[in-house]
């Protein structure tokens, strides 16, 4: 099992930037890809963004491509979400999660963090 625990939501003006971190505990990180998923108030969670083993293979989903960047150090058991150029619409409950499989299904992700608000003013 992995325990994942996030941080670095917050309020931020539209425009700025956030860097969301999922600290991984238990069984080795490094095992599992990781992925980025999102609740806004009143919508289903989707998919933001996901990270091969090694790190060196990312995907995204088109509503954040080019302003999202997914990270991993495993040498820290964290994988990161930069988040550049903030909209309102990016407003959300972030939960980082970890998977056996490399993808964007959240019915393969098998371990879930919290979450952490992220609320972005216009």
């Known amino acids: 099992q992995v325990q994942l625990v996030e941080s670095g939501g917050g309020l931020v003006q539209a425009g700025g930037s956030l860097r969301l971190s999922c600290a991984a505990s238990g069984r080795t990180f490094s095992s599992y890809f990781m992925g980025w998923f999102r609740q806004a108030p009143g919508k289903e969670r989707e998919f933001v963004a996901a990270i091969n083993l090694s790190g060196g293979i990312t995907s995204s989903a088109n509503y954040v491509k080019g302003r999202f960047t997914i990270s991993r150090d495993n040498a820290k058991n964290t994988v990161y979400l930069q988040m550049n150029d903030l909209k309102s619409e990016d407003t959300a409950v972030y939960y980082c999660?970890?998977?056996?499989?490399?993808?964007?299904?959240?019915?393969?992700?098998?371990?879930w963090g919290q979450g952490t608000q992220v609320t972005v003013s216009s």
């Open positions: 999660a970890a998977s056996s499989l490399f993808g964007r299904r959240q019915a393969d992700f098998g371990f």
